[in-house]
């Protein structure tokens, strides 16, 4: 089994190698070939044999040394590595005077073991490329001065200067400037953010133009950068069932071998009439061509090169398990908020009343909410802005609870709301304006405000939470991916989410909900529908996330709860993450099965020739690790993965 691999399938956590050790094994296998060449020439020579002894001695020193020491920590801890079957080989050869053999035997595990670790390396350059994320020193703001400090020094609280170039060191919130931020390297998003003054920036990112103070909000061992390097470090750690089973079945599988052929050398001369020497030779090939190297190897270069991938592209696994398990998942729900929409109330509809101009209606809502912090009256404004519409404070302003606000200016008083505010202050609302609000309902615009100056009806605003631009394509891009249901949950109103439902192709409707609503409903469709996968933001969501087969938090960026909770992180704050997760999931696991398959295949097929027709031990090394290269390779093909 691969000794170069430990630290990327964790089956052996006793001990690692650095990159001197690397550097060392590639020395090895070198010295390794140049001992079986010497060898060969000594052993053709009328050269002293005591010489020829040493120089095999030594070959077979450097070319088992890697896997001896892993065997001597196995043993330590009372397990088996198929390395075993590899130096027993070896040992056999040399006991039966085929010492080249047994040396060919180590030079090419040796070599394998290097061509798979420089291979499988390059699941390493996620977490590496996330470490060169972080700059050493940062420029803090003291009083009038600027200090360079290592990132370690740095407080909460503290002011950072950052100039266009620079990456943001922690996480934080612009104080002031304005700047063009490049978060593809944590979200896999290639478009640039503009961010300015009050908007978050988290550690990692790229300030591409404009100087910013930047007021510091974590630690630099706190930042959502440290925090996904730690979770994508704990994700290669832990083990899908598939590799659990087969890293159990590993242990019973060498002792079953070594007992097996243990067997087959003392019954076999007796039982084919062979001499014992050619009998023990057959024997050592058999340790070779059974070792379930590739077998055991199969799963890891799989998961591992799909991990790589999806932290590249901002999609977070956590672990091997977690990726399994979404390529079993058959319903996908869907918290409405944040997820299928932005997030934020937007105003969709502005509907003045006979008689009265757009703009008329629009100044006065726009006037009337000006001072409100409610959410609806942010919508308003930030529409008023965008449209360049600039209006004067009122004169008295007062907010009515859960129903609108009354607002006066000129000596005449507006009037901003739901139907209540109007039922309260013994106001009638006209026929032909309620049924149009109550189309508006119908058709699931969101909040409908009715709008009045004085003794004159202006019109009706609408503002909801607009599903995003692609929800519909998306949808059906994870239809097209397998998932046989989707299911959207929602605290909103049902008209509202029926109305988005119908719009974005959802096929079932759960509204009104509350956390514990949304935990029983997954629970169900769990047991009713098959795996089901939960796509939430991670806060109010996290139970229902914990409960799902796969908790799947979205654009979760800075939220604690969404790493902390979810199985999955989707960085990327689109929908069309989930559908790359979904289709990353299902291909990793064909690619596993195959390995799978070809290991076994290539297992049974060269032990039946060594028992049969009988396999050279060189032939049956090449065949042995030759099998195992290739489930690897065919495992990172995993990181070119697309779509």
């Not at 001197?20 to 010295?31: G, K, P, S």
């Not at 974005?504 to 935990?519: I, N, S, T």
């Not at 991670?538 to 709860?561: F, H, Q, R, Y």
Request: hydrophobic share 50%.
């Amino acid at each position: 089994m691969t000794t170069l691999l430990k630290t990327q399938t964790n089956r052996s956590p006793r001990w690692s190698l650095a990159l001197r050790d690397e550097h060392v094994a590639q020395l090895f296998v070198i010295l390794t070939l140049l001992g079986i060449l010497l060898g060969i020439m000594l052993e053709r020579s009328t050269a002293d044999p005591a010489l020829l002894l040493l120089v095999r001695i030594s070959t077979y020193i450097f070319g088992g040394f890697y896997a001896v020491r892993t065997i001597i920590d196995s043993l330590r801890t009372w397990t088996i590595e198929v390395d075993l079957l590899m130096v027993l080989a070896a040992l056999g050869a040399a006991y039966v005077n085929a010492w080249t053999e047994g040396a060919i035997l180590l030079f090419l595990f040796s070599l394998s073991n290097v061509l798979q670790s420089y291979a499988m390396n390059r699941t390493r350059q996620a977490i590496s490329a996330l470490l060169k994320l972080r700059p050493d020193s940062v420029t803090v703001r003291r009083g009038e001065e600027l200090v360079e400090l290592a990132v370690e020094q740095v407080g909460v609280g503290d002011v950072l200067l950052l100039r266009p170039g620079d990456r943001v060191p922690l996480d934080g919130k612009i104080l002031r400037g304005t700047a063009s931020i490049d978060e593809s390297a944590l979200t896999g998003e290639s478009m640039p953010v503009q961010k300015g003054e009050g908007d978050s920036l988290l550690a990692g990112t790229l300030n591409q133009s404009g100087a910013l103070d930047l007021l510091v909000t974590r630690l630099a061992s706190e930042s959502t950068l440290a925090r996904i390097i730690t979770m994508v470090s704990d994700a290669q750690a832990r083990k899908a069932r598939t590799q659990s089973f087969l890293d159990r079945f590993e242990q019973w599988y060498a002792m079953g071998v070594i007992g097996a052929v243990a067997l087959f050398i003392v019954i076999g001369p007796g039982l084919f009439a062979v001499p014992f020497a050619d009998n023990f030779y057959t024997g050592m090939v058999l340790l070779t061509v059974a070792s379930p190297c590739a077998l055991v190897i199969s799963v890891p270069a799989a998961l591992l090169s799909a991990i790589a991938n999806g932290a590249r592209r901002g999609v977070l696994f956590k672990g091997g398990a977690h990726l399994e398990e979404l390529s079993r998942v058959k319903v996908i729900a869907f918290d409405k908020t944040g997820t299928l929409t932005y997030g934020r109330p937007e105003v969709s509809d502005l509907l003045p009343y006979a008689g009265v101009e757009v703009q008329e209606l629009l100044a006065t809502v726009v006037r009337t909410e000006s001072q409100s912090e409610h959410p609806i009256a942010r919508a308003i404004m930030a529409h008023a802005e965008r449209h360049g519409l600039q209006v004067a404070e009122p004169e008295q302003f007062r907010a009515v609870t859960g129903m609108g606000v009354r607002a006066s200016w000129d000596g005449v008083e507006s009037l901003v709301g739901a139907p209540r505010l109007f039922t309260h202050l013994g106001i009638e609302i006209p026929a032909d304006l309620l049924a149009e609000a109550e189309n508006l309902a119908d058709q699931g615009r969101g909040t409908v405000l009715f709008v009045r100056r004085g003794d004159r009806w202006l019109g009706l605003v609408t503002v909801m939470d607009r599903e995003r631009e692609n929800a519909t394509a998306q949808i059906r891009a994870l239809r097209e991916a397998g998932i046989e249901r989707i299911v959207m949950l929602t605290g909103d109103n049902p008209r509202v989410a029926e109305a988005l439902a119908r719009r974005v192709g959802v096929d079932e409707v759960h509204a009104g909900l509350l956390p514990e609503d949304k935990l029983r409903i997954v629970s169900e469709l769990g047991r009713t529908r098959g795996p089901t996968a939960m796509v939430g933001d991670g806060v109010n969501d996290a139970p229902a996330l914990a409960a799902a087969t796969s908790g799947i938090a979205m654009g979760a960026a800075g939220t604690d709860a969404a790493l902390e909770t979810a199985d999955i992180v989707l960085m990327r704050d689109d929908l069309g993450a989930i559908a790359y997760a979904v289709g990353l999931s299902k291909r990793t696991q064909r690619i596993v099965w195959q390995n799978i398959s070809f290991a076994l295949a290539v297992v049974v097929i060269l032990v039946i020739t060594t028992l049969t027709i009988g396999v050279p031990l060189p032939l049956g090394v090449v065949g042995h690790e030759g099998s195992t290269i290739l489930v690897v390779l065919n495992g990172l093909r995993l990181l070119a993965h697309r779509n």
